[in-house]
T-cell receptor
């Protein structure tokens, strides 16, 4: 089954404790992206990757890191989480180019930082 | 600065009637406009698209209209069904990129 998986689905952590949210897709997509969803703000892009070893900042990259060592994986790293990073996070992937507007989303990771 | 805006946070429609969801944008550098649908505890799923050179695209019960002069698009769902109850996000793709910019979402409730 074609899908985007994220782990964990739920995470409660404390300020400053490094964490990683994993994202994996099995559709051989070139393009992968991370979004956060906050009330009244919709989905905002954090980082994206056009292909292996190619990453770039989205609209709200502060406090986050990513890597793309393999085509299928695109982990999101919070080196020192803070309470303002409490949010619902989505990973997405698509083929690049003309049909890139059809993005496939993972089920989401709800992160709480206390 | 919100480039894609959905001014109605919620909409309630009776089953069988038409649902109309609206979206406005402020940037002309978009080549595609999209609608995504999101159920609770799931990720958004792609619903329908329209190219910036078109003014209408239809897929079954779903039709998207684009008014470029007004920088406005709308999604019509006819007839509405209870299973359509979800949050709908309008989005736009930035020209010559793979980047999508999303609106804030409209929660649609279809009641019997």
């Amino acid at each position: 089954e074609a899908q985007v998986t994220q782990n964990p689905r739920y995470l409660i952590t404390v300020t400053g404790k490094k964490l990683t949210v994993t994202c994996s897709q099995n559709m051989n997509h070139e393009y992968m992206s991370w979004y956060r969803q906050d009330p009244g703000l919709g989905l905002r892009q954090i980082y994206y990757s056009m292909n292996v070893e190619v990453t770039d900042k989205g609209d709200v990259p502060e406090g986050y890191k990513v890597s793309r060592k393999e085509k299928r994986n695109f982990p999101l790293i919070l080196e020192s989480p803070s309470p303002n990073q409490t949010s619902l996070y989505f990973c997405a992937s698509s083929f690049g180019g003309e049909s890139s507007y059809e993005q496939y989303f993972g089920p989401g990771t709800r992160l709480t930082v206390t | 600065d919100q480039q894609v805006k959905q001014n109605s946070p919620s909409l309630s429609v009776q089953e069988g009637r038409i649902s109309i969801l609206n979206c406005d944008y402020t940037n002309s550098m978009f080549d595609y406009f999209l609608w995504y649908k999101k159920y609770p505890a799931e990720g958004p799923t792609f619903l329908i698209s329209i190219s910036s050179i078109k003014d209408k695209n239809e897929d079954g019960r779903f039709t998207v209209f684009l008014n470029k002069s007004a920088k406005h698009l709308s999604l019509h769902i006819v007839p509405s069904q209870p299973g359509d109850s979800a949050v709908y996000f309008c989005a736009a793709r930035v020209l010559n990129t793979d980047k999508l910019i999303f609106g804030t979402g409209t929660r649609l409730q279809v009641f019997p």
